[in-house]
């Protein structure tokens, strides 16, 4: 299993060289880079999740390379639930983009809450048509007891440059003693940027996700963009990608091998 983590990394890392050399040749619709320069954001969020309460901070940074290549370094931690587990987790991406197009690339992650640990490695990509982004992952899930697939399919219209709706399904089945993935969970949310000035913008965000097992989760929060003055939807077209780690939080601890003190369900958003 060591030599199956490592393999995604040796492979961000080549391509993270070799793609300087490659992305002048490359045909661009809207003739944008991957990621337009340095940047980053920051949420916090608190909610219900199946009952109990958590509280979590995630920050990304995102760089182009090259032109039509960009890299994302996502990061979490915080609390979960009435015995207040610790969590933290991280992630990378390597991909390639062009704003009026959409996006394509892979990803590598590890999550951990309360001692207990996964990884995730996957291939990402979005498609953009005007006001709608098409937007999905799929992927190895790695866990103590059984790996599992991984997937996710949303829907988001942008009913203004600054106000995104979305829907959405995932799938996750990893096993890791007294946790696993729950399954197949739906979700609705939306986020607004109420505020932008030059060098940063103010986002607030919520969801609501249903899934097996009654599972159920409602949260919110608010989400700082450090960079250029820009709307909602060209920050998540010329910027940062989604964070992976925060959806790693999904875990379900309601199943027949279940501990008493394993810890809550939680879901937060991409």
Request: glycine content about 18%.
């Amino acid at each position: 299993m060591a030599g199956s983590r490592c393999l995604p990394i040796v492979t961000a890392l080549v391509l993270a060289a070799v793609s300087p050399a490659i992305a002048d040749g490359l045909p661009r619709a809207s003739g944008l880079p991957a990621v337009s320069g340095l940047n980053s954001k920051a949420a916090i969020l608190g909610g219900s999740f199946d009952g109990d309460g958590g509280a979590l901070a995630d920050l990304s940074v995102s760089l182009p390379i090259g032109h039509a290549f960009g890299f994302q370094g996502d990061g979490l931690f915080g609390y979960l639930g009435g015995d207040q587990e610790g969590v933290a987790g991280g992630a990378g991406h390597l991909f390639l983009r062009d704003p009026g197009i959409g996006l394509i690339g892979g990803y590598g992650a590890f999550f951990n809450i309360g001692g207990e640990e996964f990884y995730r490695y996957a291939g990402e990509a979005q498609l953009y048509l005007g006001q709608l982004s098409l937007e999905g992952f799929v992927g190895q899930d790695e866990a103590d007891l059984d790996d599992g697939i991984f997937w996710s399919t949303v829907a988001a219209y942008y009913l203004s440059d600054d106000l995104r709706l979305l829907g959405g399904v995932r799938y996750s089945n990893w096993r890791d003693n007294a946790l696993q993935g729950p399954g197949h969970v739906g979700r609705l949310g939306f986020e607004y940027q109420a505020k932008r000035r030059s060098g940063y913008g103010l986002s607030l965000f919520g969801e609501g996700r249903v899934g097996g097992n009654d599972y159920h989760a409602a949260f919110g929060g608010v989400r700082m963009y450090f960079g250029e003055n820009k709307s909602l939807i060209r920050r998540h077209r010329e910027d940062d990608p989604f964070s992976i780690v925060p959806d790693m939080t999904v875990v379900d601890p309601d199943m027949p091998f279940a501990t008493p003190t394993a810890p809550p369900i939680i879901i937060i958003p991409d």
